[in-house]
């Protein structure tokens, strides 16, 4: 049957798979793949045993989709609320439970009582005050986490075209890889990621600012809301979500510390190498980051915890132009005809849907695609005129006045005979 080998799995399942196969294949000792993903050394033989005697499948948690042993009965559930009503309307979770358990005898945790409270409505989030800023371990292994983000700056001195400086790095190793573009947009983005990934592979995470290119600002639209999604995502965040990469946006420069110190090292000795070379164009300086960030990451590359490489490599038939790129949805006319950017395109294949997803690719190109497939598509550079149309002449309507109308009684009062015989006034 078909669909019986398709095994379902989180995020958080699949990159455990790949550590079980690792410690599997003796990679990686036991003990250190219990350490990267937060679990005993005894889970992780669990793990191990499981995926050996069941596949991939073994790693999926036996309880999914069914209701927790452990769970509150909802008769207790219904009079913990009913007391707090009654009895407890200002208190917050933390001593409520406290008195719940003081004085009616119902043992109940903070936090059970809290998303309890929520969901009836008698108890709002509330903001935590922003803690002090700590130092951060860097992450053990090369392609755990990269950190990305754009630099404006006057690279070039004035000597040639304004640049912005679109650089990651990675977080465990210090590795840097940087190119140049005429702005940080979303395009520039996705291709300064897609050539990241082809040399060294997907990372894991990215660890972004909230800048408009990486960070949405708008507002749901009705379609997101139904499909349940809390936050809008940018173009850029959908494109990192498609092809697996986990995206963590830091609310302060500091939390990005080391692209932003990278950033200031490079304005510094990037600018005075590129002023000895007498580089004045953004293809020379492009050309120059190729030999000076090889040289640059052999000086400053540090030596991660672990020597596992967690980059993901991709196979040479996988397309990731397809998730790198602008995709927006277009209304199909009943000519079959979209508008997008302001010019009219034709679709030449028959589409059965009322809408088709624009791809606009990196290389400048231009797709349209309906439920995975590609249409074919022709732009309508000038429109048909118009047939000029004889305008038919139709006979006016002759208006008879009403019998009140004011001329009526004009002419019936001039036209009305006189008594001593004489002939009636005219006009």
């Known amino acids: 049957m078909a669909g019986e080998d398709i095994v379902c799995m989180s995020g958080r399942e699949l990159k455990r798979l790949k550590v079980m196969r690792e410690a599997i294949d003796r990679h990686r000792t036991q003990k250190a793949a219990a350490s990267m993903i937060g679990l005993s050394e005894r889970q992780v033989r669990r793990l191990v045993r499981a995926v050996r005697e069941e596949g991939d499948g073994g790693i999926v948690h036996k309880a999914r989709g069914r209701p927790s042993n452990r769970r509150t009965r909802e008769k207790v559930k219904d009079k913990a609320l009913s007391l707090y009503r009654r009895k407890y309307p200002d208190f917050g979770p933390t001593p409520a439970s406290e008195k719940l358990l003081e004085l009616d005898g119902i043992e109940i945790s903070k936090e059970t009582l809290r998303g309890w409270l929520i969901g009836a409505g008698l108890w709002e989030k509330r903001r935590k005050r922003s803690s002090h800023r700590q130092w951060r371990q860097r992450k053990a292994c090369f392609g755990e986490m990269i950190q990305m983000d754009g630099s404006h700056h006057d690279w070039l001195e004035g000597r040639g075209p304004e640049m912005a400086l679109m650089g990651c790095i990675d977080d465990a ?108 164009t953004m293809d020379e300086a492009n050309e120059f980051l190729k030999w000076y960030l090889p040289a640059y990451n052999k000086r400053f590359r540090v030596c991660p915890a672990n020597p ?9 038939h996988f397309d990731m132009d397809r998730s790198l790129c602008v995709k927006t949805g277009r209304a199909v006319r009943n000519d079959n005809t979209i508008v997008h950017d302001g010019r009219l395109y034709q679709i030449e294949d028959r589409v059965r849907t009322k809408k088709v997803t624009v791809e606009e690719r990196l290389n400048g190109s231009l797709r349209m695609m309906s439920d995975g497939a590609r249409l074919r598509h022709m732009e309508i550079t000038q429109r048909p005129e118009k047939e000029p149309t004889a305008k038919t002449l139709r006979p006016r309507k002759t208006y008879i006045p009403p019998k009140d109308h004011p001329w009526r009684k004009r002419q019936n009062r001039l036209s009305r005979p ?6 009636p006034l005219t006009e």
């Open 173 to 280: 190793a210090n590795n840097v890889y940087g190119r140049f573009y005429d702005y940080e947009g979303t395009l520039p983005a996705m291709d300064s990621f897609e050539r990241y990934a082809r040399r060294d592979g997907l990372p894991q995470s990215v660890y972004l600012d909230r800048h408009t290119t990486y960070k949405s600002t708008r507002e749901l639209t009705p379609e997101e809301e139904l499909k349940g999604e809390t936050e809008p995502m940018s173009q850029f965040e959908r494109a990192l979500k498609e092809l697996g990469v986990d995206v963590i946006h830091a609310y302060s420069p500091q939390a990005k510390g080391r692209v932003e110190r990278l950033f200031g090292v490079l304005q510094d000795r990037l600018v005075k190498e590129m002023r000895l070379k007498g580089i004045k």
């Open 308 to 316: 596992t490489d967690m980059h993901t490599r991709l196979p040479k």
């Open 418 to 423: 006189v008594r001593d015989g004489s002939a």
